[in-house]
């Protein structure tokens, strides 16, 4: 096992930043053992540093879907304009709670956070398509 240099340490500690990679890879890169790697990364530099890094990432990932807001509300209009035939064919407790749906995804309830919230409701809405399948499908076996 080599020695590792100072800028070989550098970049180690640049690139475990950057993410996507292992201990255990960086190790294998440089030719040391994870326990080396691991030493010269518990420090309260490199802790620093990675957790700038994720903070970096993580505004950089809000702002890209926050451009992207125009777009995926266009989409959902689409959808929503599709789906108008299907809504006006629904029962009542279908679009009564399609409406909670989308009203309660504009805010979280009960201290939920709205990511929270929209999950929620996703899976609400793939619950009640599957059923109103399940139920159009029975339909027409019913009338053959």
């Known amino acids: 096992m080599a020695k590792l240099t100072d800028r070989q340490r550098k970049q180690i500690i640049a690139e475990y930043a950057g993410g996507g990679i292992?201990?255990?890879e960086l190790a294998?890169?440089?030719?040391?053992?994870?326990?080396?790697?691991?030493k010269i990364l518990n420090t309260e530099e490199v802790y620093q540093k990675v957790s700038e890094k994720k903070d970096e990432n993580t505004r950089s990932m809000l702002?890209?879907?926050d451009s992207r807001k125009e777009k995926a509300q266009s989409l959902m209009?689409?959808?929503l304009d599709s789906a108008r035939s299907d809504i006006k064919k629904a029962p009542l407790r279908d679009k009564m709670g399609a409406f909670k749906i989308l009203s309660e995804s504009f805010g979280g309830k009960n201290g939920e956070s709205k990511d929270q919230a929209i999950?929620?409701?996703l899976k609400l809405?793939?619950?009640a398509f599957a059923r109103?399948?399940?139920e159009k499908a029975e339909e027409d076996d019913g009338d053959e």
């Open 22 to 24: 292992s201990q255990r």
């Open 28 to 38: 294998e890169r440089y030719q040391v053992t994870q326990k080396t790697i691991s």
């Open 63 to 65: 702002a890209f879907l």
């Open 77 to 79: 209009d689409a959808i």
């Open 119 to 121: 999950t929620e409701h």
């Open 125 to 127: 809405m793939r619950d």
């Open 132 to 134: 109103q399948t399940r």
